[in-house]
């Protein structure tokens, strides 16, 4: 296999979209990682994304970005693998360029999903749970999620308020990012006054529906040595699958899929948890951030949130996550996200991050996980 | 770049399963390929799916089939590509392959599209035409196809009852398959007297909407050459798009992604029409066939009705397409199709396609059209 890079990033302001197609978002984001990289070298288009067909009425999304992009007659390709399609998309490009199938391969990741109402993308959002035992029922993502923050302060004698330095974090981040959606600062009593969506989940521990698109350009490392960004590189990629329903599991606390990707990953690009210089995780709600940290060898088991609470999460704490503004600040058009990440961890390995530079940063994770914990793409990036 | 080799095949019935969920098919495919190749080695799995969000309520589909396998926790990730959602799936597969990041991965295509009344199903597939100035104004695909149709006969000056020999074709081979949807052998009077769907299409002349699963095992040849079954060498593997509008193609019966996925095809296989012994056309409309012949160097231009006419596509002939029953015959789940043809050509490569045998066949290609012909996915296989 050969060693790959990442020349180019793009992306859209993570916003309500109202006057842009979901085509119009990817051909934004792929023109910027394109001028970013200084080459209009593209052989294959390998795109992210969810919701399309439900949302959008467009399934063969891959074929109608490359004509929107003129990249015809490219080969094209739409990865989904529910909220993990962004992380997914890139490993199916890197497979493509690793393999030596390609030199050149575009990603994007892209969603549109304020263009429907909240019942609509309630719904389409319940297809990556369980449609037969979960979804079938009437159950939401939300509440699916509600159920493991219950059972998670159940276990480890929490309150909600605790939760609360997930999303103070992400809120700070978004602050410094000039593509994100939510920018101001919030407090632990703005937390705890926040509406509840499903209890005990309020609407500032939730990201929020939105539109958006980011994309990357990547290439053989040997060719990358020569682009006009300095490459980053793609130390590892890996991805892992749990049960589709969490009644399933022996412990719906121990999230085997994203401790699997993370696993297969350190041991790709032969790092462990104490090498990673940020993590951006896929903070949907922040009981996500705390069962990630802990399956990915961070915190031990019933410990994340006071990683949290100590401040380690910051940017400059020992391990920052969501640099940005993760998914809760930043914004999660959910098949994009994975690739937003994927933008920013380049960003902080540049050095380019802004107000929000990592100091030091040469080793960037980014986990995307669709479902509730049921698959996830993990990779790891080295400057 | 690996060789890769096919080593297992499945397949469900092609039919209306009403007692059947879309995980319940993929696990029968998925299970006989692993007991046809022998060994329970699978570091994979890839699903070509054009329309389980919208017909089954369920994204996330490769997790769920893992889970539904018993194949967790192994890297599984969906690929769409429309109607050629099941091509491409090989193709990713194959990339994972040949690139050596995985040595045995499953493919499994699979689309339940009869729990749905028509109306449903035909909203559903048109999400394959662009959304915004194809399927937004309400028309559906197949009245897309019925364009391209009258347009090729008045260009051509053919008759409706001129294609007819087409579908004769594909259900006689139909007869042949067990597996098979439409196993009555048809002949040009009930094609004439066949009901319209969108004129100049008649019901004898269009792909039904059904159920179904087909599975592959692959591995790298090196190793497929001890496995149980003689193996079948991917010789080629290739994807191009168009133009996802009809309106926007300078000539739109030159199908530019299927002639030019053909033509890596060709280069990468290093073979010509010349050397092809069968091949699997995407037959979902006749007038696809048409196109699909002349795009890919086997007539010229307005003379693939003459080769149909003269017997030359059948199993005898010197062209064989659609050898166990083609999209019209055996049936079109869509996301499906495309892995059954690759089932198909590794049974008449291994001799073992009965009575729809072709006699000495050693080379054999298989083609997945998405769209109006907007993308295709090639491979070409090698006994």
Redesign the interface.
Known sequence: ?RDVGIIGIGQTAVAEHWDR?IEDLAVEAITEARRDAGTDRAD?LFVGN??S??L?????????I??AAA????????????CASGG?AL??AW??V????HDYALVVGVEKMTDHLTDGVTA?L???????YE??FGISFVALTALLMRRYMHDHAARREDFAAFSINSHRNAALNPRALYRQPITVADFIASPVVADPINVLDSAGICDGAAALLICPAAEAGRARRTPVRIAAS????????LA?RADPLVW??VA?SARLAYDRAKVGPKDIDLFEVHDAFSIVSVLTLEACGFADRGSALRLAAEGRIALEGDIPICTLGGLKGRGHPVGASGVYQIVEVVQQLRGEAGPAQVKGARVGMAQSV??SG??SVTHILRA
Request: proline share 2%.
């Open positions: 296999m197609s294959a969810m919701l067909g439900e959008a009425g467009q399934e063969n999304l891959a074929t109608a490359a004509d990249l015809l007659p490219i080969e094209a390709l739409k990865i989904e693998a529910a997914a490993r199916a497979l493509a690793a393999s030596g199938a389409a319940a297809t990556a749970a369980d449609a037969d979804a079938g890996a991805c892992a699958t749990d049960t589709l329903g399933e085997q899929a699997g669709g479902g049921s698959v």
